[in-house]
C-alpha cells in the first residue's frame, strides 16, 4: 500500500520569508503526486501536481514542488509567504485510483 | 457551472438512523469520489467511481454506500449511523481517473451522529 508523511503539523512563518512544507511518500509504483490547499471551512482546491513529467513543478499562487525519486519526497516551497497563504495544507500521493492523503500541515503566517 | 454540489451541509443523526448524502456535477466528469475528513488524519476515500454503473471501494468504505446510476449525481449512503462516523464528508470529481487529473471538491456536509 502507499502512503503519505507530512513531517510537520503545524509550521508558522512570516510574512516575506520562505515557506518550506515537507512531504515524504511510500509507493511501490511510480505515483502521481499532489498537493492540495484548504482554507478555513472550504474545500480543497488543487495547487500542483506531478504526473512523471518534470521534476519541478509550478503550481498557482507562487507555490512549487520537487519530486526527489531518491529521497521519496515532494516537498512544497513558496519565496514568500503571504497572509493568504495561511490555511491547511495536503500531500497526495496517488496510484491506480487509490489516493492517499497525508494528515495535513497548518500554516500560519504572522505579520 | 455550478461546479461540485453537496447536500445537506450539516446534519445530525441518532445511532442507527439511515440517511443519504447527495453530491451531484455539472462538468460531465467521468470519475466521482467521496471522502471523510477527520481531524489529525487527513481525507480518507470512502467510495469512488469510474463511471455509470461503476463503483469500487476505498480506504474507509465499511457502514457506507454508493450507486451511480448517472454521470451527475454519485450518493452516499449511511445503512445505520455509528457515532464512528461523525466527520466532514467530502466528494470531488474528475474527468477521468484520479491519477493524473485535477479532483474538484465540494464544500463538504459535517455529519454528527450522537
Known amino acids: 500500500a502507499q502512503s503519505v508523511t507530512q513531517l510537520d503539523s503545524h509550521v508558522s512563518v512570516s510574512e516575506g520569508t520562505p515557506v518550506l512544507l515537507r512531504c515524504n511518500y511510500s509507493s511501490s509504483y511510480s505515483p502521481s503526486l499532489f498537493w492540495y490547499v484548504q482554507h478555513p471551512n472550504k474545500g480543497l482546491q488543487l495547487l500542483l501536481k506531478y504526473t512523471s513529467a518534470a521534476t519541478l513543478v509550478k503550481g498557482i499562487n507562487g507555490f512549487e514542488a520537487e519530486f526527489k525519486k531518491s529521497e521519496t519526497s515532494f516537498h512544497l516551497t513558496k519565496p514568500s509567504a503571504h497572509m493568504s497563504d495561511a490555511a491547511e495544507y495536503f500531500c497526495?500521493?496517488?496510484?491506480?485510483?487509490?489516493?492517499?492523503f497525508g494528515a495535513g500541515t497548518r500554516l500560519t503566517v504572522k505579520p | 457551472n455550478a461546479g461540485v454540489t453537496q447536500t445537506p451541509k450539516f446534519q445530525v443523526l441518532k445511532t442507527g438512523q439511515s440517511m443519504t448524502l447527495q453530491c451531484a456535477q455539472d462538468?460531465?466528469?467521468?470519475?466521482m469520489s467521496w471522502y471523510r475528513q477527520d481531524p489529525g488524519m487527513g481525507l480518507r476515500l470512502i467510495h469512488y467511481s469510474v463511471g455509470a454503473g461503476i463503483t469500487d471501494q476505498g480506504e474507509v468504505p465499511n457502514g457506507y454506500n454508493v450507486s451511480r446510476s448517472t454521470t451527475e449525481d454519485f450518493p452516499l449512503r449511511l445503512l445505520s449511523a455509528a457515532p464512528s462516523q461523525t466527520s466532514v464528508y467530502f466528494c470531488?470529481?474528475?474527468?477521468?481517473?484520479?491519477?493524473?487529473?485535477?479532483?474538484?471538491f465540494g464544500p463538504g456536509t459535517r455529519l454528527t451522529v450522537l
Open positions: 462538468m460531465n466528469h467521468e470519475y
Open positions: 470531488a470529481s474528475s474527468y477521468r481517473g484520479a491519477d493524473t487529473d485535477t479532483q474538484y
Open positions: 497526495v500521493v496517488n496510484n491506480n485510483n487509490d489516493m492517499r
